[in-house]
């Protein structure tokens, strides 16, 4: 039963980690602008969540904050770090190095204000029960699935049944035919950011109900968003999704056959086979030259 538990849980985490690697994927795809930051964002929100929770705000409320503090973070940085550098044609190292800068600075900050060490929220959704013999389950791994594929169902059909939606699909192909149909591509990346950014707010409030936060998680998150990103094939939304899930399912069934401190490195033993034997990824396309 030992798998069987650790399989449920990976698929808790999993849907997790696909709505963060969903939502970087959707930023990279549209502007492909490395944003390195995808995971202060996910690190923000969380703690705007925990720090309403401990005020005694509603959990709505502070699901919501917890939105607004992530979608404002990545319009932030979509127009006060990145839009400046592009101006001035900056390269890939420059907004990466930038990113990577706020980063650590935003880490800091929360350590300093918010303290160092993990932090939880206690609700009785996090309370497991035993369903079968020796495997147990909390009302969040529902919670977690349910919003996942809501919101991932959502994002889809907002990217190909809306104007807005196709003409951000198409921002990456060709940002001056977009121009020319008098669309403006800095309004555009401003609504990837936002969208990309709203994406993860959700899994860092649930994560801050079960696993609990600390001010370095963020750099986990980014690594994952952007192994998700590989592995399920640049610029495809359902493959960084189905990465993601993947990802998190491997990382929790690691744990019946290595310890703890290498369960981590099981993803990025993924990651190197994916580049090694399929460098597109699961829904990408192979380049030929």
Do not use: K
């Not at 495809?236 to 899930?245: E, I, M, T, V």
Request: net charge positive.
């Amino acid at each position: 039963m030992l798998f069987l538990q650790l399989l449920l849980q990976g698929i808790q985490t999993g849907a997790l980690y696909a709505l963060t690697a969903a939502g970087f994927a959707l930023i990279f795809g549209a502007t492909r602008i490395f944003h390195f930051a995808h995971g202060t964002s996910f690190t923000l929100a969380g703690y705007a969540f925990l720090f309403c929770w401990n005020a005694g705000i509603p959990w709505w409320a502070g699901a919501l904050a917890g939105i607004v503090a992530a979608t404002l973070f990545g319009l932030a940085m979509e127009r006060f770090v990145y839009r400046p550098i592009q101006r001035h044609e900056g390269s890939f190292f420059t907004v990466f190095v930038a990113a990577f800068g706020v980063a650590v600075v935003v880490q800091n900050l929360i350590g300093m204000f918010a303290g160092r060490g993990f932090a939880a929220v206690d609700t009785s959704l996090s309370r497991a029960t035993e369903v079968l013999p020796d495997v147990f389950l909390a009302p969040i791994f529902w919670i977690a699935i349910a919003v996942a594929v809501v919101l991932f169902a959502a994002l889809s059909a907002f990217l190909t049944r809306t104007h807005a939606g196709v003409a951000l699909r198409a921002l990456a192909q060709n940002p001056d035919l977009l121009r020319a149909y008098g669309l403006s591509s800095n309004r555009l990346s401003m609504l990837a950011f936002a969208l990309g950014s709203a994406m993860a707010a959700p899994a860092a409030v649930l994560t801050a109900m079960t696993t609990g936060l600390n001010e370095a998680i963020g750099h986990h998150v980014m690594l994952i968003s952007i192994a998700a990103t590989i592995v399920g094939g640049v610029g495809s939304l359902r493959g960084a999704a189905l990465a993601g899930l993947m990802l998190g399912v491997a990382e929790s069934v690691a744990l019946q056959f290595v310890d703890t401190q290498w369960a981590e490195a099981v993803s990025f033993l993924v990651l190197f086979a994916f580049i090694i034997f399929r460098p597109s990824g699961i829904f990408g396309v192979a380049q030929t030259r």
